[in-house]
């Protein structure tokens, strides 16, 4: 009992510590060179190019793809005649607070890159590297679905 | 000063409407209850993976690790609402055998727990094609609050490991009361990761909704039970001491003024958590039997002094205020099944039976048989006689050791023809009542009517 103050107080010190300690993860950038690792294999539902009179023509192609950490990566890709128009998420991959939170940092520049180039030939996010690979694996599956590049 | 006698001569308080009856139905229920959430924590483990993850490198470590981190988390929280003194848990189960669950349950989360930390680890490990001790820094270092989880896990580690018996007898009994308060706050310190990191709980806002609930639940329980109804309870019968007189050498009874005191729901041989707000006192509380049915607005307690704290009882201030918890305990008239019952003390273990045996309702035979050392340690013998006498029970007044009266299976035979119909209701000191029941047993009576009050929990 006379120890009280000494217990309290070296809780009260012990908790400030542990509590003040701050995880980190390294911020994401554009890397210069693609990955080469693919982690998954690819497993694809069909696209449905349309013919038409017209001389466009709309297409749209889904592809699901596993990540390396197990979970799925599924994209769905609209073109409009060879222009990539939108290509939306439908899964994102994450099964982790770390991969969400990483995810949903990486994806929109992974998207982004993508419809810039009009290709799936886009450079990876460093501290993405799963994701990054996954994210251009399923987005060539599913260009070669609808016959682009 | 109040002492017994002047008390004894007040009326017995009528008794409150309301009584501390056991209901083996809710504890059933709970029962049922709690085997569904642990089916629940495993479903919810299974369903979180898919086939791709379970088959992906390190996906099978990692299912394993989770399974092993819910089901370790959920027995935690259900061994802390075993302790949180539920009153109709409490009253229907008992408190002793609440902790020997307690227990008996307690080295299951530690494995699971530490089965938890090492599968995830590997488990991560081997996705990320990096060593066990690599991985190990970047959850430290990257993943959310997973450092203050491992910092409550070596709380909980340090409270398991100082409860096994044979540390525990090396211990002081304040050192290791103080190490497993620290459980509270290990279990607040790995809330946090479970919900930022838990492939179940990420994304998913009905199980972490239900998760929060889970938790919010516990708190609640155990705050309420195990704080604001003693404290509430304490202030509103604002108890003080108003006698300490000596029943026998070492023994003390002590009297108390109440507010209300009619109001408290108790039974006969039911006792309270005792804390006398008196210098050096006052943090700590002991469990003492009523030796007397409330007389409104007066309660009794009888203590032997065997420890330090007991011997301060014998000196203390009139006037000293008296904070309680409880009533708690399961050895009351309702245990009963039958309408013959024995009720059996020994030493100060005649205490509650002096209160059982003036609850015991009245169309119930009784016989007592209460024996002690010496003629002077045979306590409440003037009050027990009346009673019996009042009543037409059996009396027998064994005085002398256990060599002369063994109270055996050829003793109690002799004393005690027809004890395979009664309910028999024992305490004493543990070794004592240990042969006691075993001896009942071999007579004939069936477990469901041996009762007992052991003193040292």
């Known amino acids: 009992m006379r120890r009280a103050p000494i217990v309290i107080t070296s809780t009260a010190a012990g908790l400030v510590l542990v509590l003040s300690f701050h995880t980190s993860r390294p911020s ?28 466009t023509t709309e297409a749209t192609g889904t592809d699901t793809t596993h990540t390396a950490t197990g979970s799925d990566i599924q994209l769905e890709v609209k073109a409009s005649g060879s222009k990539i128009t939108n ?25 982004s890159e993508a419809l810039s180039a009009q290709s799936a030939q886009i450079d990876g996010v460093s501290g993405a590297t799963y994701t990054s690979a996954a994210y251009v694996q399923s987005l060539q599956s599913a260009l070669d679905k609808i016959g682009i590049q | 000063m109040m002492d017994g006698t002047e008390m004894q001569s007040i009326p017995p308080t009528v008794p409150a409407r309301r009584q501390p009856r056991p209901n083996h139905r809710v504890v059933d229920a709970a029962a049922v209850a709690v085997g569904l959430g642990l089916g629940a924590c495993v479903a919810l483990a299974v369903t979180a993976e898919t086939k791709g993850a ?16 819910l089901t370790g988390t959920y027995l935690l929280l259900i061994m802390l609402l075993l302790v949180a003194r539920i009153p109709v848990i409490e009253r229907t189960v008992g408190q002793d055998r609440l902790l020997h669950w307690h227990r008996r349950l307690g080295q299951w989360p530690i494995y699971l727990l530490t089965a938890h930390a090492v599968l995830i680890t590997f488990g991560y490990a081997e996705q990320a094609k990096t060593g066990a001790w690599h991985e190990f820094t970047i959850l430290v270092g990257s993943y959310a609050d997973v450092l203050m989880a491992i910092v409550g896990f070596g709380l909980l580690v340090t409270a398991a490991v100082t409860s096994i018996r044979a540390a525990r007898r090396r211990i002081r009994y304040e050192t290791w009361w103080t190490i497993h308060l620290y459980v509270y706050l290990g279990l607040a310190l790995a809330f946090s990761h479970q919900l930022a990191n838990g492939a179940s709980f990420v994304g998913h806002p009905l199980t972490r ?8 639940a516990t708190a609640g329980t155990v705050l309420v039970f195990r704080v604001v109804l003693p404290v509430a309870r304490s202030a509103w019968h604002d108890l003080r001491v108003v006698g300490v007189h000596e029943e026998a050498p070492g023994v003390v009874s002590i009297v108390c003024h109440g507010r209300n005191v009619e109001g408290l729901v ?31 607005p007066y309660l009794r307690v009888t203590v032997k002094a065997t420890g330090d704290h007991s011997r301060r009882l014998t000196r203390l201030p009139i006037g000293t205020r008296v904070a309680i918890e409880g009533p708690y305990g399961a050895f009351t008239r309702h245990a009963r099944n039958t309408n013959k019952v024995l009720l059996v003390g020994v030493g100060v273990g005649i205490t509650p039976i002096r209160a059982l045996l003036e609850d015991m309702d009245p169309w119930v035979d009784v016989t007592v048989v209460i024996r002690a050392s010496s003629a002077e340690h045979l306590i409440f013998r003037d009050e027990i006689r009346s009673l019996v006498t009042n009543r037409g029970g059996q009396l027998h007044e064994l005085v002398g050791s256990r060599r ?3 109270l055996d299976q050829r003793h109690l035979r002799r004393l005690v023809p027809d004890i395979a119909q009664r309910d028999v209701y024992v305490c004493g000191p543990g070794d004592f009542g240990d042969a006691l029941v075993a001896a009942s047993r071999r007579l004939g009576v069936p477990d469901n009517r041996i009762h007992r009050e052991q003193f040292a929990f």
Request: net charge positive.
């Open chain 1, 28 to 55: 994401l950038q554009i890397k210069s060179a693609t990955s080469g690792t693919v982690g998954g294999t690819s497993r694809g539902t069909s696209g449905h190019p349309t013919s038409s009179t017209s001389s």
């Open chain 2, 404 to 406: 002369a009266h063994p």
């Open chain 2, 54 to 69: 379970l088959s992906a490198p390190g996906g099978l470590a990692t299912f394993g690790g989770r399974l092993a981190g």
């Open chain 2, 266 to 296: 108790v039974a006969g041989g039911q006792f309270f958590q005792w804390r006398f707000l008196a210098r050096g006192m006052w943090w700590q509380a002991h469990p003492y039997s009523l030796s007397a049915m409330p007389r409104s």
């Open chain 2, 209 to 216: 909704a239900l998760w929060v609930a889970l938790w919010v």
């Open chain 1, 87 to 111: 290509i939306s998420i439908v899964q994102d991959g994450s099964n982790d607070g770390l991969s969400y939170q990483i995810n949903s940092e990486a994806v929109p520049i992974l998207q």
